[in-house]
């Protein structure tokens, strides 16, 4: 079946970095572009960018310009999203979602990869 | 960029009827998508396009919009459907792809 398996929860300091992957299955990986959302503690969700798994472009939300980077691996059906230079406010679940396609929705969601941030 | 936004909460009575509404100016130009988030999971579509659901989703959960405003209607809600509700379209400022959340809506079935 289609699924999106995400990475699992990390503890990060401020200043750090993450990296979180998404494993693709039970699909053509490069026929579907990928979104990233987060969502901190008890908020409501907030995208972050897309990638296009075919030729890598990608579009980042303005908030994180400068510090979030899309990548894929085709050879293992993998998207990663890097967030750098954390501070505590990027403390949140981060998801992965895989676009329709053909209606601009969020089709198929991965589990979801906790991400503290905390000295 | 755009905003949507959502009235916080609402409350139902089992069996009965409940509109969410969600506004902005990118409804003007795009189809909302509508998604179920119970506590502890991760949202799951329930509304996308003109007013179509995906396998698996009950007929009672509907679509529609109009101007800059679009609604998710719950017709005979469930206990099951107690959830935050988000919409989100294509942000239609800027020159390049993006996408907007609505604020999110509590739904509470009594």
């Known amino acids: 079946q289609v699924q999106l398996v995400q990475s699992g929860a990390e503890v990060k300091k401020p200043g750090a970095s993450v990296k979180v992957s998404c494993k693709a299955s039970g699909y053509t990986f490069t026929s579907y572009y990928m979104h990233w959302v987060r969502q901190a503690p008890g908020q409501g969700l907030e995208w972050m960018g897309i990638?296009?798994?075919?030729?890598?472009?990608?579009s980042y939300a303005q908030k994180f310009q400068g510090r979030v980077t899309m990548t894929r691996d085709t050879s293992t059906s993998t998207v990663y999203m890097e967030l750098s230079s954390l501070r505590s406010e990027d403390t949140a679940v981060y998801y992965c979602?895989?676009?329709?396609?053909?209606?601009?929705?969020?089709?198929?969601w991965g589990q979801g990869t906790m991400v503290t941030v905390s000295s | 960029s755009s905003e949507l936004t959502q009235d916080p909460a609402v409350s139902v009575a089992l069996g009965q009827t409940v509109r969410i509404t969600c506004q902005g100016d990118s409804l003007r130009s795009y189809y909302a998508s509508w998604y179920q988030q119970k506590p502890g999971q991760a949202p799951v579509l329930v509304i996308y396009?003109?007013?179509n659901r995906p396998s698996g989703i009950p007929d009672r959960f509907s679509g529609s919009s109009s101007g800059n405003t679009a609604s998710l209607t719950i017709t005979g809600a469930q206990a099951e459907d107690e959830a935050d509700y988000y919409c989100?379209?294509?942000?239609?400022?800027?020159?390049?792809?993006?996408?907007?959340f609505g604020t999110g809506t509590k739904v509470t079935v009594l």
């Open positions: 990638i296009n798994p075919s030729g890598g472009s990608t």
């Open positions: 979602a895989r676009d329709s396609s053909s209606s601009d929705a969020f089709d198929i």
């Open positions: 989100n379209s294509r942000d239609s400022s800027g020159n390049h792809p993006s996408y907007v």
């Open positions: 396009g003109k007013n």
